[in-house]
């Protein structure tokens, strides 16, 4: 079945996680790549970045991480810190706390986030 694009004969046009990374020394940085109901995908680049113990991240929705560039750990409530490299990826349940409990100082770290629901 073609597609609307394909019906209309328009290219959509192709972007790169890679590039144009924003400076995140100071703070994450997140940013959306598509949005539709149920299903949200943001890219996000950190710099030596951790989550503060007393403010844990926590979403209603899962969400499935996937490290593209750089190192990190991450610890989901309930189970031990798990050491990230590019290309390791995992699912964060839905209404789970969860820390990063590192990425890397010298350069960014690049993640690709997936929410569902």
Same mark, same amino acid.
């Given at each position: ?31 959306? %790549? ?12 950190? *710099? ?15 969400? @499935? %991480? ?15 810190? %798990?050491? =990230?490299?590019?290309?390791? *990826?995992? =699912? ?5 706390? *969860? ?10 770290? =690049? @993640? ?6």
């Amino acid at each position: 079945m073609a597609s609307k694009a394909d019906e209309k004969g328009v290219v959509p046009p192709v972007a790169n996680l890679f590039a144009d990374l924003p400076d995140a020394r100071t703070s994450e940085v997140f940013s959306a %790549v598509l949005a539709r109901p149920g299903l949200r995908i943001e890219r996000i680049v950190s *710099h030596g970045q951790t989550t503060p113990e007393d403010a844990p991240f926590v979403q209603v929705e899962d969400e @499935w %991480v996937l490290l593209l560039r750089g190192s990190a750990g991450i610890r989901i409530e309930g189970s031990g810190e %798990v050491a =990230l490299k590019p290309g390791d *990826h995992l =699912l964060i349940p839905g209404g789970k706390r *969860h820390w990063v409990t590192r990425t890397a100082p010298d350069a960014p770290t =690049l @993640w690709l986030a997936i929410h569902l629901g």
